[in-house]
């Protein structure tokens, strides 16, 4: 059990605008930053986003982010084939004093 | 830029101790603000924190692997490490290595290595 919560799957179709969401509490989310990973099976994971919203360079700006309480949201626009990858949020947990992870979407681009 | 490689034994037995390397390149392991990482995937599974060194030597670690875990930093061979005691199956995972500033996330990442334990 994740301490950030994400739903398992997300899916779209070419072209399509898709968000995952990632569902924390007071102690994560509400109060530290959020970040995002892209992760292709056997490869490693890439950040996506960080500071709840800001790019590495070199990511597309068809990645977004964004943080509003409790929650936060990734969502890819101009969906592309490429895109089809697992994706996790993260952030620093004040109560356990350490990094957690979401469990994780696993993004289909049909 | 920095590059991050993973090194270590591929199978351990149980009750024995899990040692990994993490070897950097790009930059000295002694460059101000990095914190240095693992985190590891089960099988099948997601994500998970083990732990953290920072840059001035302080560690933190995964409450539910705390104690067993320990990170250290070889400045000399521009290395840092993962001694994991007392694995079970449950240990069995790929590990990762990875860096960052405070706040920018890890970014980057080794490759990984898997590590099955098992007799």
């Known amino acids: 059990q994740s301490v950030l919560t994400q739903p398992p799957s997300a899916s779209g179709t070419p072209g399509q605008r898709v968000t995952i969401s990632c569902s924390g509490s007071?102690?994560?989310?509400?109060?530290?930053?959020v970040y995002w990973y892209q992760h292709l099976p056997g490869t490693a994971p890439k950040l996506l986003i960080y500071?709840?919203?800001q790019r590495p360079s070199g990511v597309p700006d068809r990645f977004s982010g964004s943080k509003s309480g409790t929650s936060a949201s990734l969502a890819i626009s101009g969906l592309r084939s490429e895109d089809e990858a697992d994706y996790y949020c993260?952030?620093?947990?004040?109560?356990?004093?350490?990094?957690?992870f979401g469990g994780g979407t696993k993004l289909t681009v049909l | 830029q920095v590059q991050l490689q993973e090194s270590g034994p591929g199978l351990v037995k149980p009750s024995q101790t899990l040692s990994l390397t993490c070897t950097v390149s790009?930059?000295?392991?002694?460059?101000?603000?990095?914190?240095w990482s693992w985190i590891r995937q089960h099988p099948g599974k997601g994500l998970e924190w083990v732990g953290c060194?920072?840059?001035?030597?302080?560690?933190y670690y995964n409450p539910s692997l705390k104690s067993r875990v320990t990170i250290s930093v070889d400045t000399s061979k521009n290395q840092f490490s993962l001694r994991l005691s007392s694995v079970t199956a449950a240990d069995t995972a790929v590990y990762y290595c990875?860096?960052?500033?405070?706040?920018?996330?890890?970014?980057?990442w080794g490759q990984g290595t898997l590590v099955t334990v098992s007799s």
């Open positions: 007071s102690s994560n989310i509400a109060n530290n930053y």
């Open positions: 500071r709840n919203n």
């Open positions: 993260a952030a620093w947990d004040d109560s356990l004093s350490g990094r957690v």
């Open positions: 060194i920072s840059y001035s030597g302080s560690t």
């Open positions: 790009g930059d000295s392991i002694n460059s101000g603000g990095y914190y």
């Open positions: 990875a860096s960052g500033r405070a706040a920018d996330g890890f970014d980057p």
